[in-house]
């Protein structure tokens, strides 16, 4: 088909054809950002934490009025709740994943370095850590039991103690030495005394999303025995069908156990709630944007549809001319479709240029990131689908006009 034609048409209504390609523009723009948004939350959403989520509970816990032997009776719960039927494993932690707020450092590779290499999160861990939580070691090994300290020993000012080995995960070795074996290596953590990597688990999330998705595993396990009014978390690991049981057995053995305590109920939950809580925010942004690029689809299908109809109401006599001179149906067709794929193209190629500028706006405004490529032509196919699908009504309409009654109309 003759695109000359085409043109010469659309040169003669300048004004609605460039209302539709600058829609088209703007649909192509926001849809391809808005995909890339929406794919980039379904990817958080849907991480691998590396834990034994379905099987691990939270218990949150702090004292009225402090404790003055807070160790032994940390010492006490964790005997307690081992003891407990149904209770595979239990530890006690500064910090659990899928919540707002975390304990983080700077990580050097040289000592007096200026600038910190990396920032990752901590995780004081005593020895029943790794088997709590569920990790897998893939590489080196776990801390001895000679290894462990308490966290008062280490915070005195006076103390000389130094932390014999840190555990990091995968993700964040490799950021540290890529295409190098990091374990034996050194990293500086707190001062300028060197921490030997001992270990490598293969996953472990940060409690936030500090550092963005990029740096969601950068966390760090040092051999740090915490008590539980440092964080308050007792986590249990019990089998799946027995998580709500145990929970609150253990809530009702904590509260009678030791000084006057408070359990923070709202906190006091299964892994898989604080997660399901974690990316509340998420999921509701990833619908939101859902429903945003389903009614600009459905805006731009029917501005289409409604100036495909208006030309085809203006065009009645030259659409009976041409189907007189013996212009087939299928050709009167091709011909809306061929005009709409124009206008389309133009405003896809338009379009892509503002998803860019748009992606480049939002990197620097709000540190997302870069809008991979493949989005553009993704964004592209939908709106030549759409297109072409929106004018097809009228296209066919066009099609069915008579050539005696177009030619009397005229």
């Known amino acids: 088909m003759e695109i000359r034609p085409i043109l010469s048409t659309l040169m003669r209504h300048k004004t609605a054809a460039a209302l539709i390609v600058l829609q088209v523009a703007l649909t192509c723009a926001i849809i391809c950002n808005a995909l890339f948004m929406i794919g980039e939350r379904i990817a958080?959403?849907?991480?691998?934490?590396?834990?034994?989520e379905n099987e691990l509970i939270r218990i949150q816990i702090i004292p009225v009025g402090g404790d003055s032997d807070s160790k032994?009776?940390?010492?006490?719960?964790?005997?307690?709740?081992?003891?407990?039927?149904?209770?595979?494993?239990?530890t006690t932690v500064n910090q659990v994943p899928f919540v707002n707020s975390s304990w983080n450092s700077g990580v050097n590779l040289q000592p007096d370095?200026?600038?910190?290499?990396?920032?990752?999160?901590?995780?004081?861990?005593?020895e029943s850590f790794i088997e709590t939580f569920g990790l897998n070691l893939v590489a080196g090994r776990n801390f001895t039991a000679d290894e462990y300290l308490h966290f008062d020993a280490l915070?005195?000012?006076?103390?000389?103690?130094?932390?014999?080995?840190?555990?990091?995960?995968?993700?964040?070795?490799?950021?540290?030495?890529?295409?190098?074996?990091?374990?034996?290596?050194?990293?500086?953590?707190?001062g300028n005394d060197p921490m030997p990597i001992i270990g490598i688990v293969e996953h472990l999330v940060r409690p936030s999303m500090q550092g963005g998705p990029a740096a969601r595993e950068y966390a760090m396990i040092f051999p740090i025995k915490v008590d539980y009014n440092l964080g308050g978390n007792y986590v249990i690991r019990t089998s799946p069908e027995r998580r709500q049981e145990v929970l609150d057995a253990?809530?009702?053995?904590?509260?009678?156990?030791?000084?006057?305590?408070?359990?923070?109920?709202?906190?006091?939950?299964?892994?898989?709630q604080l997660r399901s809580d974690f990316y509340q925010q998420q999921r509701g942004m990833a619908w939101l944007l859902g429903v945003v690029c389903v009614a600009l689809l459905l805006v731009t299908a029917l501005g289409i549809v409604g100036l495909a109809s208006f030309w085809v109401q203006q065009r009645t006599k030259q659409i009976g001319v041409r189907r007189a001179l013996g212009a087939t149906r299928g050709q009167i067709l091709r011909y809306f479709q061929t005009e709409n794929f124009v206008l389309a193209s133009i405003g896809i190629v338009l379009g892509m240029l503002a998803a860019f500028g748009i992606n480049q706006w939002l990197m620097s405004a709000y540190e997302t990131a870069r809008l991979p490529w493949h989005y553009l032509p993704i964004g592209a196919v939908a709106l030549w689908l759409l297109g072409q699908v929106a004018v097809l009504g009228p296209a066919r309409r066009a099609a069915s006009v008579p050539p005696a009654i177009a030619t009397r109309t005229a």
Do not use: C
Not at 72 to 89: E, F
Not at 155 to 183: C, H, Q, W, Y
Not at 257 to 270: D, M, V, W, Y
């Open 155 to 190: 915070n005195d000012p006076e103390s000389e103690i130094r932390v014999p080995g840190v555990i990091l995960t995968r993700s964040m070795a490799t950021r540290l030495f890529p295409g190098e074996d990091p374990l034996g290596k050194s990293i500086y953590v707190w």
């Open 113 to 126: 370095q200026q600038r910190p290499t990396l920032n990752a999160s901590n995780y004081m861990a005593e």
């Open 250 to 272: 253990a809530s009702d053995a904590l509260r009678k156990s030791g000084p006057r305590r408070i359990i923070l109920e709202q906190n006091t939950k299964a892994f898989e």
């Open 72 to 90: 032994a009776q940390t010492q006490a719960d964790l005997a307690m709740l081992r003891a407990m039927p149904g209770v595979k494993a239990a």
């Open 44 to 52: 958080q959403i849907s991480e691998v934490s590396g834990l034994a």
